[in-house]
């Protein structure tokens, strides 16, 4: 866990110092160094100041470079990558995807994520670091023993690196642990809490040596707000979860209906060119406005913030327009501004580009999390919010509702608050998260007084959104992707017995088993080249039907490659058997072939009268695949979690062949 913690952290470190660099290198470079950001490459300017940060004679603009002229954009782009979360949800309830947790997926994650974020494109890097981190997770369980050979055990362990990974995203080591709980983790015991705790401190205190938000905090949207909020803005605050919760419901419909259009049509054969589409339309349609302009971290920042931490941003132009909400004599030597009612329309345009765009971005082939790029949306709507109560109560401070806490040419509203209330709305109503969205919205701002706004924000938020439909946008991505993920959430109360499910029915033919000691090795290749299972069941005897064990596909596989490898007289007509000693054959029969060690002698069992109540908690609890039923020791048939989720949908009067199990 410490190894997990300190690398994911490192690695997240250099992947937010490259992001920097590349984002700035769209616009120009640094003369002195051009590893350096515009930031590093101006620390040692003495002409730069706080004011006025582009001030800097060692950094130049390719406009300014290359060609002279003032509106210049360049763009980047990269391709390469899958949502993360829900394929990691379906592994930690113990589906295995092979090679999705590999190194070689690990070294092209980490690259190409650098390359997505800074390409401008309207996504998040928290999936692809909760990718990154249960890579690692993976890769050192693979390293002891104790973890590679128990799968139970190695899910726990991704269940800590997957706490790590949020917490390496955003800052947030309290909210990262519980996000695992929340939404990730399939089963999460006691210890695996605090082996998660321990993972998240470790990533956070490498976090704070490296510093790469470049505050000396922990957070990534530090903000400071210097007035208090008052009940009044509660009905605000509600409705913001109100439109947290349609814009969630709206987002899940949309895109779910796009990533299947493209995973049905001609569309899927072409992922390069989708990104290259998507990256042309959104560098188009994003450089003329300037609250898209920029990289969404940076307008999240801006948008947090109130004008009195951002005199210079164009966000707080409209307070010297003739409609301002507060005297202009504050700052006597300030421009005129763009007026309330421009900063209002282009907030507007960026609030519909960014809702349209997230939904045919998120599912394309690249690296891309959801966090963000929802929380802008929020972000943006609620500043929108926050400046026409801003506005209102300028204008109206002497109405009961302003009279006890706005005083004229005073500031009484924060935009920003409303603005951090408005992510998380449409965080949660996306995700449908509800403690873990207000820890890392805390977390992530620093604003832990705002606790109240946060929780009823998030809390209307997922009653509005579950109005509509249960499922978050993992899950229905989980059921689009046709994975066999049985929700934790989901409850079981019918009185059907485990008989009722298990296979093979009537009329169908027989269970495909292994004997233990009367099967060729020809008759085992057969079976293996007929079937697609996942294993077989051993039993003493076709007649007998007694079970002896289970024996896993690709052991079965990999036992007759490496028998025939060391050429041990293995024929196709030598006898495969699993019992302690060898049957007594005949003097001239090939040489037999041993595969007790391969055979699980303990799989899990349980009678064809066991309620199926009991079946789907065993499911859940232990992340099975499969599970044999029998009767006095003699096996009647297979369970396996397709069979349960396919009873589960009848058991709801759903059609089963709506649920794409491929």
């Not at 765009?357 to 082939?365: D, L, S």
């Not at 490898?565 to 054959?585: A, C, D, H, K």
């Not at 064809?608 to 099975?624: A, N, Q, S, Y």
């Amino acid at each position: 866990l410490l190894l997990i913690g300190d690398v994911c952290r490192t690695l997240a470190g250099v992947i937010d110092l490259a992001v920097d660099w590349m984002t700035d290198l769209k616009e120009g470079v640094c003369l002195s160094a051009f590893w350096y950001s515009h930031e590093q490459c101006c620390w040692t300017s003495n002409e730069t100041t706080f004011e006025d940060r582009d001030k800097c004679p060692l950094w130049q603009k390719w406009s300014e470079l290359l060609v002279n002229q003032s509106e210049v954009g360049i763009w980047a782009g990269s391709w390469l990558g899958t949502p993360a979360i829900p394929h990691i949800k379906t592994i930690l309830s113990g589906f295995i995807i092979r090679g999705y947790l590999g190194k070689w997926t690990l070294l092209i994650k980490t690259v190409t994520l650098v390359l997505v974020v800074s390409s401008g494109l309207s996504l998040g890097k928290e999936g692809p670091l909760v990718h990154v981190a249960c890579c690692c997770g993976n890769f050192f369980s693979s390293l002891f023993s104790k973890y590679s050979k128990n799968e139970g055990k190695r899910r726990e362990v991704l269940s800590a690196a997957a706490a790590a990974g949020v917490s390496v995203a955003f800052g947030a080591p309290i909210g990262g642990v519980l996000f695992s709980l929340e939404e990730v983790s399939y089963y999460f015991p006691l210890k695996t809490l605090w082996r998660s705790f321990f993972a998240a401190l470790v990533a956070a205190f490498t976090l704070r040596s490296i510093n790469p938000f470049g505050n000396s905090r922990l957070v990534l949207f530090y903000v400071e707000y210097h007035t208090p909020w008052y009940m009044a803005e509660l009905f605000p605050f509600i409705l913001l979860g109100v439109f947290g919760g349609l814009w969630g419901t709206l987002f899940i419909r949309c895109n779910i209906a796009w990533c299947r259009r493209r995973k049905t049509t001609r569309l899927g054969k072409y992922p390069v060119l989708e990104v290259i589409v998507v990256t042309a339309i959104t560098a188009i349609i994003a450089y003329p406005n300037p609250y898209t302009r920029q990289s969404t971290s940076e307008l999240i920042s801006e948008l947090f913030n109130d004008c009195g931490a951002l005199e210079s941003s164009q966000l707080c132009d409209y307070i010297n327009d003739p409609n301002m909400t507060r005297p202009v004599d504050d700052i006597p030597d300030r421009p005129a501004g763009v007026g309330v009612y421009t900063a209002m329309w282009q907030l507007a345009l960026a609030l519909i580009f960014k809702i349209v765009v997230t939904i045919f971005t998120f599912g394309m082939k690249i690296p891309s999390g959801l966090f963000i790029p929802s929380m802008a949306v929020g972000a943006i709507a609620g500043r929108m919010v926050g400046i026409g109560v801003e506005q209102l109560a300028y204008h109206h401070h002497d109405w009961i509702i302003f009279r006890n806490w706005c005083r004229p040419g005073a500031d009484c509203v924060t935009p920003g608050l409303y603005a951090m209330v408005g992510a998380a709305a449409c965080l949660g109503g996306v995700t449908r998260m509800t403690v873990s969205l207000v820890v890392i919205m805390f977390e992530l701002t620093g604003g832990l007084e705002y606790i109240v706004p946060l929780m009823a924000a998030a809390v209307t938020s997922k009653w509005v959104a579950d109005a509509f439909g249960k499922e978050g946008i993992y899950e229905a991505h989980i059921h689009l992707n046709g994975y066999p993920f049985l929700d934790v959430k989901d409850e079981f109360t019918h009185r059907t017995l485990a008989t009722d499910v298990m296979r093979p029915r009537r009329g169908e033919p027989p269970l495909s088993v292994l004997t233990q000691d009367s099967m060729t090795v020809e008759d085992v290749e057969t079976l293996i080249k007929e079937t697609d299972y996942n294993g077989f069941p051993v039993v003493v005897s076709r007649d007998s039907e007694r079970l002896i064990g289970f024996a896993q596909r690709r052991e079965l596989i990999l036992a007759i490659k490496n028998a025939r490898q060391r050429q041990e007289g293995i024929v196709s007509n030598s006898i495969m058997y699993f019992t302690e000693e060898p049957p007594e054959l005949p003097a001239n029969s090939p040489h037999p072939l041993k595969l007790r060690r391969i055979l699980n002698l303990s799989p899990f069992t349980v009678t064809d009268h066991t309620p199926m109540e009991t079946v789907v908690d065993i499911f859940r609890k232990l992340g099975l695949r499969q599970c044999l039923v029998t009767r006095s020791g003699r096996l009647l048939g297979i369970i396996t979690k397709k069979d349960v989720l396919r009873h589960m949908a009848q058991m709801a009067n759903q059609d089963p062949e709506s649920i794409m199990f491929n």
